[in-house]
């Protein structure tokens, strides 16, 4: 046979379609910004975000400092309340008490990791659920588990619409979250869940990783740890979805990683979020999302379409 039509065309390395997490939360914040004048002429007043920080950590500051400006940008009012780190249980408690008794308020986020000595579970379960728009009260936990309606944490409802946005209909996809924490790793798999994947969850205690990554057609990683997830553990075609963010230095230079090895990993799959510019704009505009669903329904007025 002629030698020209048995040549097989070199194979060109796949390269993923990168997810903008960015753009996908401009589009939402164009809904949410138009839903706030209706919700002002309906009550007189604009829904409200109170965002509380113990203590003075650099990163920290940072994501307060994005939601404060988000929350204005988009015509909300913004409550903010720095404590020193040494702030005590009973004085934090009391600011949750107030906020949750202030009716300008609509949404109360305390921002975690909280120092050492406080308790996390009493302060978070201190927030009335109605305004608790990270989802994290046990009572809006359990909502989402036992499939009724409440408030989603911000984080894996952001991955939710991207991966949706990406893929359509999830059913009967592969899932697997590598990270169990309340914020991010049990909800995500909740709401995969809910969506008719079938989820696994992957935790520090997890054995044989990779294999389990293998078989996944999404991958949500969740962990922390700089690009611990490697390329040749993603199957061809998946969809990588990198909630981790580590500070690290390359070269001199301080730079934002994910959990995944974005390099090796875009050979793989299908599509992949970068880190920054992926989840992190999403986990602000949920946020944001959540604040006037939570006006909405605290008015009693019928919730709009925002996504
Ligand atoms: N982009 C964004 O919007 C957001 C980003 N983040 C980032 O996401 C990451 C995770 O956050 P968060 O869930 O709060 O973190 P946590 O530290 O609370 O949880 C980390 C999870 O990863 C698991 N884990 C740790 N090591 C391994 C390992 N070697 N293999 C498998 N699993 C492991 C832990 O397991 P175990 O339970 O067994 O200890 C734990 O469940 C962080 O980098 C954080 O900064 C978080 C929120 C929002
Ligand atoms: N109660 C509570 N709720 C949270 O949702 C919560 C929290 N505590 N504690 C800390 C984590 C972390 N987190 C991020 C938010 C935005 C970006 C973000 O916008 N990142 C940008 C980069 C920003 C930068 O350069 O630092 C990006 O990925 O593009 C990242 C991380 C919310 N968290």
Redesign the pocket.
């Known amino acids: 046979m002629d030698q020209a039509l048995t040549k097989i065309p070199e194979e060109k390395p796949m390269s993923a379609k990168i997810i903008d997490g960015k753009a996908y939360a401009n589009g939402l914040a164009s809904k949410i910004t138009a839903a706030v004048p209706s919700f002002n002429t309906a009550t007189g007043r604009l829904p409200g975000l109170a965002v509380v920080l113990v203590g003075s950590d650099p990163a920290s500051e940072i994501y307060v400092r994005s939601k404060v400006l988000k929350t204005r940008e988009l015509g909300m009012r913004s409550f903010e309340h720095i404590l020193p780190s040494d702030t005590k249980q009973e004085d934090l408690l009391r600011l949750v008490t107030d906020l949750n008794a202030d009716d300008a308020v609509d949404g109360i986020l305390v921002q975690?990791p909280l120092p050492k000595h406080l308790d996390e579970n009493a302060v978070v379960s201190a927030i009335d659920p109605s305004k608790d728009v990270d989802g994290l009260h046990p009572e809006n936990a359990g909502r989402l588990t036992a499939g009724l309606s409440g408030l989603i944490s911000?984080?894996p409802l952001?991955c939710l619409m991207l991966l949706q946005a990406q893929l359509g209909d999830l059913s009967g996809l592969d899932a697997i979250v590598?990270?169990?924490?309340i914020?991010?790793?049990k909800p995500m798999a909740a709401l995969l869940l809910r969506a008719n994947c079938t989820v696994t969850i992957?935790?520090?205690?997890?054995r044989n990783?990779p294999d389990k990554v293998r078989q996944a057609d999404i991958v949500v990683a969740?962990?922390?740890?700089a690009e611990?997830i490697k390329g040749d553990w993603i199957k061809p075609g998946a969809t990588v979805i990198d909630?981790?963010?580590?500070r690290v230095e390359r070269g001199g230079k301080k730079k934002l990683v994910g959990?995944v090895e974005f390099e090796a990993a875009m050979q793989t799959a299908a599509a992949i979020t970068p880190?920054p510019g992926?989840?992190?704009p999403?986990?602000i505009m949920t946020l944001m999302h959540n604040t006037v669903v939570a006006a909405h329904r605290r008015s009693r007025l019928a919730v709009p379409q925002l996504c």
């Not at 590598?178 to 924490?181: H, N, T």
């Not at 992957?202 to 997890?206: D, F």
């Open positions: 975690l911000c984080t952001g590598v990270g169990r924490s914020l991010v790793g992957a935790h520090s205690r997890t990783l969740a962990v922390g740890q611990m909630v981790g963010t580590t959990d880190v992926g989840v992190g999403m986990t």
